[in-house]
Antibody, heavy 117, light 110 residues
Framework: QVQLVQSGAEVKKPGASVRASCKAS????????IHWVRQAPGQGLEWMGV????????NYAQKFQGRVTMTRDTSTSTVYMELSSLSSEDTAVYYC??????????WGQGTLVTVSS | QSALTQPASVSGSPGQSITISCTGT?????????VSWFQQHPGQAPKLMIY???SRPSGVPDRFSGSKSGNTASLTISGLQAEDEADYYC??????????FGGGTKLTVL
């Protein structure tokens, strides 16, 4: 069965960086895009960007350009999302989700990132 | 890319039908057949309920249906049940090859 298993919760200080991982299983890793979506406490879903695991190409939301980097390791079927220059406004649950073309279907369980001094 | 517009809340009694709207532009909803709807219960990850405007994944009850007219998509839930109480988000592919979500709608089953 399709699974996206994400890394555990993180606590970071303002100005630091965080790297979350998303390990895929149950399907051909390079056949599906992986998106990152975040949700601040009590707020809605916000799309951050997408990576094509096949070639590694990325497309980031304008809001996060220059601050987010998405990479992949095809040997372990894992995608990574690094967000730098963290502030309290980055406190959120970060989800990875896959799509074949334009529609996201399966989601990971989420990674809680807390930014606090 | 601005968020799609959804009503903050809707409500209905068990057995009734409700519709949630999602308004965008010709650069997203109006330009593509790639509109999805997600259900999210507290503390859980979103779950896909509708994709490609009106298709249901395996396992989703046929009480859930989707449609689109121009720049507005809609999710209809018929025969409301208590377990349908959740937050619902619409999502669309956009002209800039990105995705955009709606602000979310809280469904209360009275």
């Amino acid at each position: 069965q399709v699974q996206l298993v994400q890394s555990g919760a993180e606590v970071k200080k303002p100005g630091a960086s965080v790297r979350a991982s998303c390990k895929a299983s149950g399907y051909t890793f390079t056949s599906y895009y992986i998106h990152w979506v975040r949700q601040a406490p009590g707020q809605g879903l916000e799309w951050m960007g997408v990576i094509n695991p096949s070639g590694g190409s990325t497309n980031y939301a304008q809001k996060f350009q220059g601050r987010v980097t998405m990479t992949r390791d095809t040997s372990t079927s894992t995608v990574y999302m690094e967000l730098s220059s963290l502030s309290s406004e980055d406190t959120a649950v970060y989800y990875c989700a896959r799509s074949l073309r334009n529609d996201v279907d399966y989601w990971g369980q989420g990674t809680l990132v807390t930014v606090s001094s | 890319q601005s968020a799609l517009t959804q009503p903050a809340s809707v409500s209905g009694s068990p057995g009734q039908s409700i519709t949630i709207s999602c308004t965008g532009t010709s650069s997203d909803i109006g330009g593509y057949h790639s509109v999805s709807w997600f259900q999210q219960h507290p503390g859980q990850a979103p779950k896909l309920m509708i994709y490609d405007v009106n298709s249901r994944p395996s396992g989703v009850p046929d009480r859930f249906s989707g449609s689109k007219s121009g720049n507005t998509a809609s999710l209809t839930i018929s025969g409301l049940q208590a377990e349908d109480e959740a937050d619902y988000y619409c999502n669309s592919y956009t002209r800039s090859s990105s995705l955009v979500f709606g602000g979310g709608t809280k469904l209360t089953v009275l």
